[in-house]
Protein backbone atom coordinates (compact mmCIF):
# COMPACT_ATOMS: atom_id res chain seq x y z
CA UNK A 1 0.00 0.00 0.00
CA UNK A 2 1.49 3.26 -0.84
CA UNK A 3 2.18 5.86 1.58
CA UNK A 4 2.89 9.67 1.93
CA UNK A 5 5.83 11.37 3.62
CA UNK A 6 3.49 11.49 6.77
CA UNK A 7 3.07 8.16 6.70
CA UNK A 8 -0.67 7.68 5.66
CA UNK A 9 -2.01 5.72 3.35
CA UNK A 10 -2.69 6.22 0.27
CA UNK A 11 -5.91 4.89 -0.39
CA UNK A 12 -8.17 7.13 -2.32
CA UNK A 13 -7.98 7.59 -6.22
CA UNK A 14 -6.67 11.12 -7.43
CA UNK A 15 -9.16 13.73 -7.67
CA UNK A 16 -9.47 15.56 -11.02
CA UNK A 17 -8.07 18.67 -9.76
CA UNK A 18 -4.46 16.40 -8.99
CA UNK A 19 -5.59 14.64 -11.74
CA UNK A 20 -5.07 18.04 -13.74
CA UNK A 21 -2.47 19.28 -11.80
CA UNK A 22 -0.11 16.08 -12.77
CA UNK A 23 -1.25 16.74 -16.29
CA UNK A 24 0.29 20.61 -15.52
CA UNK A 25 3.34 18.73 -14.62
CA UNK A 26 3.95 16.55 -17.32
CA UNK A 27 3.05 13.53 -14.95
CA UNK A 28 0.94 11.11 -17.46
CA UNK A 29 0.90 7.52 -18.62
CA UNK A 30 3.49 6.72 -20.93
CA UNK A 31 4.75 3.59 -22.63
CA UNK A 32 7.32 3.92 -24.49
CA UNK A 33 7.10 0.27 -25.42
CA UNK A 34 3.21 1.27 -27.12
CA UNK A 35 5.54 3.79 -28.86
CA UNK A 36 8.49 0.80 -30.13
CA UNK A 37 5.64 -1.28 -31.45
CA UNK A 38 4.51 0.93 -33.54
CA UNK A 39 6.74 2.66 -35.05
CA UNK A 40 8.36 -0.68 -35.65
CA UNK A 41 4.42 -1.62 -36.78
CA UNK A 42 4.37 1.70 -38.88
CA UNK A 43 7.81 0.55 -40.46
CA UNK A 44 6.79 -2.95 -41.39
CA UNK A 45 3.54 -1.43 -42.88
CA UNK A 46 5.47 1.17 -45.13
CA UNK A 47 7.98 -1.36 -46.50
CA UNK A 48 5.16 -3.51 -47.24
CA UNK A 49 3.52 -0.90 -49.40
CA UNK A 50 6.68 0.90 -50.80
CA UNK A 51 9.34 -1.78 -50.49
CA UNK A 52 8.61 -2.60 -54.45
CA UNK A 53 9.34 0.80 -55.12
CA UNK A 54 12.20 1.32 -52.90
CA UNK A 55 14.09 -1.73 -53.76
CA UNK A 56 13.57 -0.95 -57.75
CA UNK A 57 15.18 2.64 -56.93
CA UNK A 58 18.21 1.45 -54.94
CA UNK A 59 18.69 -0.98 -57.86
CA UNK A 60 18.86 2.13 -60.44
CA UNK A 61 20.94 3.56 -58.33
CA UNK A 62 23.58 1.01 -57.57
CA UNK A 63 23.18 0.24 -61.57
CA UNK A 64 24.40 3.51 -62.05
CA UNK A 65 26.93 3.92 -59.59
CA UNK A 66 28.92 0.56 -60.71
CA UNK A 67 28.55 1.04 -64.31
CA UNK A 68 30.78 4.55 -63.60
CA UNK A 69 32.99 4.63 -65.98
CA UNK A 70 36.91 4.78 -65.42
CA UNK A 71 37.49 8.60 -66.19
CA UNK A 72 34.58 9.07 -63.90
CA UNK A 73 35.98 7.64 -60.91
CA UNK A 74 39.69 8.77 -61.77
CA UNK A 75 38.15 12.08 -61.90
CA UNK A 76 37.99 13.34 -58.32
CA UNK A 77 35.55 16.09 -59.44
CA UNK A 78 33.01 13.79 -61.15
CA UNK A 79 33.63 11.01 -58.25
CA UNK A 80 32.31 14.02 -56.05
CA UNK A 81 29.76 14.76 -58.40
CA UNK A 82 28.44 11.22 -58.54
CA UNK A 83 28.80 10.88 -54.70
CA UNK A 84 26.66 13.62 -54.36
CA UNK A 85 24.23 12.86 -57.16
CA UNK A 86 24.13 8.98 -55.74
CA UNK A 87 23.20 10.36 -52.02
CA UNK A 88 20.18 13.18 -52.93
CA UNK A 89 18.55 9.85 -55.11
CA UNK A 90 18.67 7.59 -52.26
CA UNK A 91 17.49 10.29 -49.45
CA UNK A 92 14.48 11.47 -51.93
CA UNK A 93 13.51 7.48 -52.58
CA UNK A 94 13.10 7.18 -48.56
CA UNK A 95 11.17 10.30 -48.06
CA UNK A 96 8.06 8.24 -48.44
CA UNK A 97 9.34 6.03 -45.67
CA UNK A 98 11.27 8.51 -43.29
CA UNK A 99 7.28 10.63 -43.45
CA UNK A 100 5.44 7.31 -42.07
CA UNK A 101 7.83 6.95 -39.41
CA UNK A 102 8.14 10.77 -38.31
CA UNK A 103 4.18 10.71 -38.20
CA UNK A 104 4.08 7.51 -36.31
CA UNK A 105 6.64 8.82 -33.76
CA UNK A 106 5.20 12.45 -33.22
CA UNK A 107 1.37 10.64 -32.83
CA UNK A 108 1.98 7.16 -31.04
CA UNK A 109 3.05 8.52 -27.66
CA UNK A 110 -0.12 10.49 -27.72
CA UNK A 111 -2.57 7.10 -27.85
CA UNK A 112 -2.50 6.77 -23.72
CA UNK A 113 -2.80 9.42 -22.59
CA UNK A 114 -2.83 12.41 -25.52
CA UNK A 115 -1.34 15.39 -26.01
CA UNK A 116 0.89 16.81 -22.83
CA UNK A 117 3.13 19.37 -23.23
CA UNK A 118 4.89 21.38 -20.00
CA UNK A 119 7.66 23.11 -19.26
CA UNK A 120 7.64 21.90 -15.76
CA UNK A 121 8.65 18.56 -17.23
CA UNK A 122 11.66 20.16 -19.04
CA UNK A 123 13.48 21.54 -16.58
CA UNK A 124 16.44 20.48 -14.77
CA UNK A 125 16.41 19.12 -11.41
CA UNK A 126 19.12 18.69 -9.08
CA UNK A 127 17.29 15.62 -7.61
CA UNK A 128 17.93 13.37 -10.20
CA UNK A 129 21.45 13.34 -9.79
CA UNK A 130 21.31 12.20 -6.48
CA UNK A 131 22.52 8.33 -6.69
CA UNK A 132 20.53 7.56 -3.84
CA UNK A 133 17.23 8.02 -4.98
CA UNK A 134 19.13 6.63 -8.53
CA UNK A 135 19.31 3.54 -6.64
CA UNK A 136 16.09 3.50 -5.33
CA UNK A 137 14.14 3.92 -8.74
CA UNK A 138 16.77 1.32 -10.44
CA UNK A 139 15.13 -1.28 -7.53
CA UNK A 140 11.80 0.44 -7.48
CA UNK A 141 9.02 -2.16 -8.92
CA UNK A 142 9.09 0.66 -12.03
CA UNK A 143 13.04 -0.56 -12.46
CA UNK A 144 11.73 -4.23 -11.59
CA UNK A 145 9.36 -3.73 -14.34
CA UNK A 146 12.02 -2.22 -16.91
CA UNK A 147 13.98 -5.11 -16.19
CA UNK A 148 11.55 -7.75 -16.94
CA UNK A 149 10.46 -5.81 -20.53
CA UNK A 150 14.21 -5.58 -21.80
CA UNK A 151 14.51 -9.34 -20.97
CA UNK A 152 11.43 -10.45 -22.51
CA UNK A 153 12.13 -8.41 -25.51
CA UNK A 154 15.48 -10.21 -25.84
CA UNK A 155 14.20 -13.08 -25.43
CA UNK A 156 11.07 -12.32 -27.89
CA UNK A 157 13.21 -11.03 -30.88
CA UNK A 158 15.62 -13.99 -30.43
CA UNK A 159 13.75 -16.56 -30.49
CA UNK A 160 11.67 -15.28 -33.49
CA UNK A 161 14.93 -14.59 -35.28
CA UNK A 162 16.08 -18.01 -34.60
CA UNK A 163 12.72 -19.20 -35.94
CA UNK A 164 12.90 -17.09 -38.70
CA UNK A 165 16.03 -17.95 -39.61
CA UNK A 166 15.78 -21.45 -39.63
CA UNK A 167 12.81 -22.10 -41.78
CA UNK A 168 13.97 -19.81 -44.42
CA UNK A 169 17.59 -21.03 -44.05
CA UNK A 170 17.94 -22.79 -47.86
CA UNK A 171 16.57 -19.74 -49.27
CA UNK A 172 18.93 -17.43 -47.74
CA UNK A 173 21.70 -19.55 -49.08
CA UNK A 174 20.38 -19.62 -52.46
CA UNK A 175 20.73 -15.93 -52.29
CA UNK A 176 24.61 -16.54 -53.26
CA UNK A 177 23.79 -18.67 -56.62
CA UNK A 178 21.63 -15.89 -58.05
CA UNK A 179 22.44 -13.20 -60.21
CA UNK A 180 22.06 -9.73 -58.88
CA UNK A 181 18.81 -8.21 -59.31
CA UNK A 182 16.83 -11.16 -58.58
CA UNK A 183 18.76 -11.52 -55.38
CA UNK A 184 18.31 -8.13 -54.47
CA UNK A 185 14.38 -8.50 -54.56
CA UNK A 186 14.35 -11.71 -52.91
CA UNK A 187 16.35 -10.66 -49.90
CA UNK A 188 14.40 -7.53 -49.79
CA UNK A 189 11.06 -9.48 -49.84
CA UNK A 190 12.89 -12.03 -46.99
CA UNK A 191 14.22 -9.06 -45.14
CA UNK A 192 10.62 -7.15 -45.04
CA UNK A 193 8.71 -10.02 -43.49
CA UNK A 194 11.12 -10.99 -41.38
CA UNK A 195 11.39 -7.38 -39.76
CA UNK A 196 7.49 -7.44 -39.52
CA UNK A 197 7.40 -11.06 -38.03
CA UNK A 198 9.97 -9.33 -35.23
CA UNK A 199 8.09 -6.23 -35.08
CA UNK A 200 4.84 -8.41 -34.19
CA UNK A 201 6.83 -9.84 -31.21
CA UNK A 202 6.63 -6.28 -29.32
CA UNK A 203 3.13 -6.39 -29.77
CA UNK A 204 3.31 -8.67 -26.19
CA UNK A 205 5.52 -6.58 -25.00
CA UNK A 206 3.37 -3.73 -25.25
CA UNK A 207 -0.20 -5.58 -24.03
CA UNK A 208 2.25 -6.33 -20.97
CA UNK A 209 3.34 -2.21 -20.49
CA UNK A 210 0.19 -1.03 -21.08
CA UNK A 211 -1.98 -1.85 -18.42
CA UNK A 212 1.18 -2.13 -16.17
CA UNK A 213 2.30 1.91 -17.30
CA UNK A 214 -1.91 3.27 -16.21
CA UNK A 215 -1.66 1.11 -13.06
CA UNK A 216 1.52 2.46 -11.76
CA UNK A 217 0.44 6.21 -12.70
CA UNK A 218 -2.46 5.91 -10.95
CA UNK A 219 -1.16 4.25 -7.66
CA UNK A 220 1.90 7.39 -7.62
CA UNK A 221 -1.23 10.04 -7.91
CA UNK A 222 -3.38 7.92 -5.02
CA UNK A 223 -4.03 10.66 -2.08
CA UNK A 224 -4.50 10.21 1.60
CA UNK A 225 -8.15 11.16 3.32
CA UNK A 226 -6.01 13.86 4.65
CA UNK A 227 -5.04 14.93 1.34
CA UNK A 228 -8.50 14.91 -0.09
CA UNK A 229 -10.03 16.50 2.78
CA UNK A 230 -7.73 19.34 2.26
CA UNK A 231 -8.26 20.07 -1.19
CA UNK A 232 -11.78 20.14 -0.88
CA UNK A 233 -11.36 23.03 1.83
CA UNK A 234 -9.23 24.75 -1.02
CA UNK A 235 -11.69 24.25 -3.59
CA UNK A 236 -15.21 24.41 -2.36
CA UNK A 237 -14.41 26.55 0.74
CA UNK A 238 -13.52 25.77 4.85
CA UNK A 239 -16.86 25.08 5.64
CA UNK A 240 -17.23 26.76 8.87
CA UNK A 241 -16.13 29.65 7.13
CA UNK A 242 -18.81 29.09 4.01
CA UNK A 243 -21.40 28.62 7.81
CA UNK A 244 -19.96 32.34 8.96
CA UNK A 245 -20.42 33.67 5.55
CA UNK A 246 -24.13 32.73 5.14
CA UNK A 247 -24.59 33.75 8.58
CA UNK A 248 -23.08 37.41 7.85
CA UNK A 249 -25.57 36.81 4.72
CA UNK A 250 -28.48 36.46 6.65
CA UNK A 251 -28.18 38.81 8.95
CA UNK A 252 -27.13 41.72 6.05
CA UNK A 253 -30.62 40.45 4.60
CA UNK A 254 -32.24 40.81 7.54
CA UNK A 255 -31.13 44.12 8.31
CA UNK A 256 -31.95 45.47 4.71
CA UNK A 257 -35.07 43.71 5.53
CA UNK A 258 -36.22 45.30 9.07
CA UNK A 259 -35.31 48.90 7.09
CA UNK A 260 -38.27 48.38 5.49
CA UNK A 261 -40.55 47.58 8.11
CA UNK A 262 -41.55 51.66 9.30
CA UNK A 263 -42.49 52.07 5.94
CA UNK A 264 -44.79 49.70 5.70
CA UNK A 265 -48.58 49.90 5.43
CA UNK A 266 -49.56 47.18 7.82
CA UNK A 267 -48.35 44.42 9.58
CA UNK A 268 -50.48 40.90 8.85
CA UNK A 269 -49.61 38.77 11.89
CA UNK A 270 -50.50 34.83 12.90
CA UNK A 271 -50.39 36.50 16.18
CA UNK A 272 -47.12 34.85 17.52
CA UNK A 273 -45.43 32.72 14.32
CA UNK A 274 -45.85 34.93 11.50
CA UNK A 275 -45.51 38.43 10.55
CA UNK A 276 -46.00 40.08 7.24
CA UNK A 277 -45.09 43.57 6.34
CA UNK A 278 -47.27 45.06 3.53
CA UNK A 279 -46.92 48.43 1.43
CA UNK A 280 -48.92 49.57 -1.01
CA UNK A 281 -47.93 52.67 -3.34
CA UNK A 282 -51.51 54.39 -4.26
CA UNK A 283 -49.78 56.43 -7.54
CA UNK A 284 -48.86 53.01 -9.33
CA UNK A 285 -50.99 50.44 -10.50
CA UNK A 286 -49.13 47.89 -8.69
CA UNK A 287 -50.22 45.46 -6.54
CA UNK A 288 -49.57 45.71 -2.40
CA UNK A 289 -45.76 44.26 -2.01
CA UNK A 290 -44.34 42.18 0.58
CA UNK A 291 -41.14 44.29 2.32
CA UNK A 292 -40.52 42.01 5.21
CA UNK A 293 -41.81 39.07 6.40
CA UNK A 294 -41.03 36.09 9.03
CA UNK A 295 -41.16 33.14 11.48
CA UNK A 296 -40.83 33.37 15.41
CA UNK A 297 -38.03 35.68 16.46
CA UNK A 298 -38.24 37.20 13.28
CA UNK A 299 -41.91 37.83 13.20
CA UNK A 300 -41.27 39.45 16.88
CA UNK A 301 -38.93 41.80 15.96
CA UNK A 302 -40.99 43.03 13.19
CA UNK A 303 -43.60 43.09 15.43
CA UNK A 304 -41.81 44.99 18.23
CA UNK A 305 -40.67 48.05 15.47
CA UNK A 306 -44.31 48.37 13.87
CA UNK A 307 -45.51 49.24 17.92
CA UNK A 308 -42.27 51.20 17.71
CA UNK A 309 -42.99 52.95 14.22
CA UNK A 310 -47.24 53.11 15.24
CA UNK A 311 -47.53 51.03 11.75
CA UNK A 312 -51.24 48.86 12.38
CA UNK A 313 -50.90 45.56 12.60
CA UNK A 314 -53.70 43.03 11.94
CA UNK A 315 -53.94 39.46 13.18
CA UNK A 316 -55.52 37.07 10.73
CA UNK A 317 -53.50 34.08 10.73
CA UNK A 318 -55.07 32.61 7.47
CA UNK A 319 -54.01 35.71 5.27
CA UNK A 320 -50.96 35.65 7.37
CA UNK A 321 -49.76 32.67 6.62
CA UNK A 322 -51.11 32.45 3.15
CA UNK A 323 -48.52 35.73 2.31
CA UNK A 324 -45.68 34.01 4.38
CA UNK A 325 -45.62 30.93 1.47
CA UNK A 326 -46.97 32.59 -1.34
CA UNK A 327 -44.75 35.44 -1.79
CA UNK A 328 -41.21 36.30 -2.11
CA UNK A 329 -39.64 39.82 -0.21
CA UNK A 330 -40.28 42.35 -2.69
CA UNK A 331 -42.68 40.65 -4.94
CA UNK A 332 -46.12 42.05 -5.40
CA UNK A 333 -49.13 39.34 -3.58
CA UNK A 334 -50.81 36.73 -5.92
CA UNK A 335 -53.94 37.97 -7.21
CA UNK A 336 -55.88 35.30 -4.87
CA UNK A 337 -55.22 37.74 -2.34
CA UNK A 338 -55.98 40.70 -3.98
CA UNK A 339 -59.60 40.81 -2.22
CA UNK A 340 -58.26 39.85 1.23
CA UNK A 341 -55.10 42.78 1.34
CA UNK A 342 -57.83 45.18 0.05
CA UNK A 343 -60.27 44.69 2.50
CA UNK A 344 -57.12 44.96 4.98
CA UNK A 345 -55.87 48.16 3.72
CA UNK A 346 -59.27 49.65 3.17
CA UNK A 347 -60.15 49.12 7.12
CA UNK A 348 -56.39 50.32 8.05
CA UNK A 349 -56.93 53.65 6.09
CA UNK A 350 -60.33 54.03 7.42
CA UNK A 351 -58.67 54.02 10.82
CA UNK A 352 -55.99 56.15 10.31
CA UNK A 353 -58.88 58.89 9.47
CA UNK A 354 -60.00 57.88 12.99
CA UNK A 355 -56.88 57.51 15.15
CA UNK A 356 -53.63 58.88 15.66
CA UNK A 357 -51.85 55.77 17.04
CA UNK A 358 -52.15 51.84 16.55
CA UNK A 359 -51.79 50.48 20.56
CA UNK A 360 -53.49 47.62 19.98
CA UNK A 361 -54.00 44.55 17.25
CA UNK A 362 -56.04 44.44 15.18
CA UNK A 363 -58.47 41.44 14.35
CA UNK A 364 -59.74 40.80 11.14
CA UNK A 365 -61.92 37.19 10.29
CA UNK A 366 -63.52 35.90 7.24
CA UNK A 367 -61.39 37.16 4.76
CA UNK A 368 -61.52 35.30 1.49
CA UNK A 369 -58.05 32.85 1.04
CA UNK A 370 -58.32 30.50 -1.91
CA UNK A 371 -58.14 27.33 -1.44
CA UNK A 372 -55.20 26.91 -3.22
CA UNK A 373 -53.34 29.46 -1.22
CA UNK A 374 -54.46 28.33 2.15
CA UNK A 375 -51.67 26.53 4.29
CA UNK A 376 -51.86 25.24 7.56
CA UNK A 377 -50.62 25.96 10.89
Same mark, same amino acid.
Given at each position: ?19 QESRDKGQVARSRELTT ?9 ? !??? @? ?15 ? %? ?9 ? /? ?11 ? @?????? !? $? ?6 ? !? ?5 ? =? ?5 ? #? ?46 ? #? ?19 ? /? ?8 ? =? ?8 ? +??? $? ?16 ? +????? %? ?71 ? =? ?14 ? $?????? /? /? ?20 ? #? ?11 ? +? ?11
Amino acid at each position: MAESNSGAEKTEEATPKKLQESRDKGQVARSRELTTMSLLLASGAA !FLM @LGEQLVIDIMGLMREAF %TASRTDLMDVN /NLTLLLEDSIIAA @LIALIP !F $FVVVMLTA !FFAPLAL =SGWSFSV #QAMSFKWSKLDPIKGMGRVFSMKGLMELFKALAKFVLVMTIAVLILWS #QYEMYMLLGVKSVEPAIAQAG /NLLMWAFILL =SCATILVAAI +DVP $FQLWDHAKQLKMTLQEVK +DEYKQ %TEGNPEMKRKVRETQMAMAEKRMMEEVPKADVIITNPTHYAVALKYDQSTSGAPIVVAKGQDLVAAKIRSLAY =SNNIPLVESPPLSRAL $FYSTEL /N /NEVPAGLYLAVAQVLAYVYQLR #QKQSRFDETLTMD +DLPIPDDLKRDE
